[in-house]
């Protein structure tokens, strides 16, 4: 068998094939030798429409086991697969076809109407991929510096650009889970975030196919199935964002649920808030953060759980295999404790844009190192800090201000679910910081209330000068707000 992340399901079959890979729907499930030979399937279908090497086929859907099918099948036909966000607009939909060049487009029944307009030569439903009786390709040829996905960023900002990701950066994100997250072949994962997200297909299910644990899908997020869920099938790991980890912790079956199984629980997006982490540590659990990007596939460090309050508002140590570093203004390092550019190198960082070499090359520093775009510093034992995105610097009066500095505090606040720091216009100090914070239905949160709470924590001069209190916060599929639209609406 050639390396790379078609292999796998068939190394699978060989090892365990009676082992459950998938559990999916109200209980059904699949093991491994159905996963690989779906994928065995897929590869069928799709090659039998000219798909190759090389070629990008799309696939637009939730959580299911056609999913890893589809990608796996892409996989061995060295084919590029091209995972859509099912949240995305139409004329965004288009625009990731259209600049992936995607030949096919594989397409739950739901989204029927939607890739019946797709720019592209076939479309083909999920039901369709499924064809047991067509004679199977044999093995394509690839490298681990094959491009095996095409992710395309959550697009804060302008255009969403397509991160190539290769077979080998893949492969050694889901290394570095294994090593870091002490993954296991025995691990239920409840899968409750989007497989399109790359967070939840590189560091979710991805290490858990790897080692032989079996993935729990779900669909969708609703916090009293996922509360069920755990109890039903015993999962030992869940990932989510801070969001999500809330809104269980709130649910009335909260208290009542069996989670005696659960061992790991990981979090990104942004630090867990205080009063999220003890709601959990009151029931034995703790949390593993971490920290990276579509670009680096996407880890970049992760704090294991027993540091958690001996390094609060860390995001972790470099992955096992991938490395990390500070910049100055001018590239220069910088010594522990001062914020600069976070950087980072590895085999988990992608090669670059689809067909934008000049974003490739602003991507990387002369040396080869990833430039995140991310503010942060490193302390005296290498642990990373995020001080916020380069682009959301704050400066008032000469001084600046790192948003994400004072949004862990926010979160502290009893009644917040959710805030955002952005810099407004100001006449005289140039800009100064407004908060833009959801709350809880009841709660009662305002200006004075959070400038009194803030007032002593952060220097004065990072003091929201006004808040304003939404419904929701704009946040992409990842979990991450939409600050661009928030500066459009109030800055």
């Excluded at 399937?41 to 990008?56: I, K, S």
């Excluded at 649920?257 to 709601?279: M, Q, Y």
Aim: with cysteine; aromatic share 6%; hydrophobic share 40%.
């Amino acid at each position: 068998m050639p390396p790379g992340l078609g292999a796998w399901p068939a190394r699978r079959r060989l090892v365990s094939p009676a082992k459950t890979a998938l559990v999916h729907g109200d209980g059904a499930t699949t093991t491994y030798r159905q996963l690989a030979d779906g994928a065995d399937d897929a590869a069928a279908v799709l090659g039998g429409l000219g798909v190759g090497r090389g070629t990008a086929v799309a696939y637009l859907g939730e959580n299911s086991p056609e999913f890893l099918q589809v990608l796996f099948g892409v996989a061995r036909l060295g084919a590029v697969f091209v995972p859509v966000n099912t949240r995305l607009a139409p004329a965004e939909i288009a625009h990731v076809l259209t600049d992936s060049g995607a030949r096919v487009l594989v397409h739950d029944p739901e989204f029927a109407s939607v890739a019946a307009g797709a720019p592209v030569t076939h479309t083909v439903g999920t039901a369709d991929v499924r064809r047991a009786a067509l004679p199977r390709p044999g093995p394509v040829e690839v490298t681990m510096d094959d491009p095996a996905a095409i992710l395309y960023t959550s697009g804060t900002t302008g255009r969403a650009k397509g991160a190539v990701l290769t077979h080998g950066n893949l492969t050694w994100v889901a290394l570095n889970c294994v090593v870091d997250y002490d993954v296991v072949s025995t691990d239920v994962a409840l899968m409750i975030s989007p497989l399109f997200h790359v967070a939840s297909l590189g560091m979710g299910a991805l290490p858990v196919l790897l080692k032989g644990g079996t993935l729990v899908l779900e669909k969708g997020f609703e916090p009293g199935r996922a509360l069920a869920a755990i109890a039903r099938h015993g999962v030992t790991m869940l990932s989510g964002v801070p969001t999500t980890y809330q809104l269980m912790a709130d649910h009335p079956k909260w208290a009542s649920t069996d989670l005696s199984t659960l061992a790991k629980l990981t979090c990104g997006g942004s630090p867990v808030p205080a009063r999220i982490r003890d709601a959990y540590e009151r029931r034995g659990l703790s949390f593993s953060q971490g920290y990276g990007m579509t670009e680096t596939a996407p880890g970049a460090t992760a704090l294991p759980a027993a540091m958690t309050r001996a390094k609060p508002g860390s995001v972790g140590l470099p992955h096992f295999f991938t490395d990390v570093r500070i910049a100055g203004p001018g590239g220069e390092p910088v010594p522990p404790g001062t914020v600069g550019e976070v950087e980072v190198a590895g085999p988990n960082v992608f090669p670059g844009y689809h067909g934008l070499p000049d974003a490739t090359t602003e991507a990387f520093t002369a040396d080869g190192w990833f430039r995140s775009g991310d503010l942060g510093y490193l302390d005296e034992d290498g642990y990373l800090f995020i001080a916020g995105r380069l682009k959301d610097m704050i400066i008032s009066g000469g001084e600046n201000i790192y948003p994400a500095e004072v949004e862990v505090l926010l979160a502290e606040i009893d009644g917040v679910t959710g805030a955002a720091v952005i810099g407004v216009p100001d006449e005289r100090w140039g800009e100064v910081p407004w908060a833009i914070v959801s709350v809880r239905p009841g709660a009662t949160v305002d200006t004075d209330s959070v400038r009194a709470f803030l007032d002593g924590r952060v220097a004065r001069y990072k003091l929201p000068r006004h808040v304003v209190i939404v419904p929701d916060l704009p946040r992409t599929a990842s979990g991450k707000v939409r600050k661009a639209e928030l500066r459009a609406r109030y800055g």
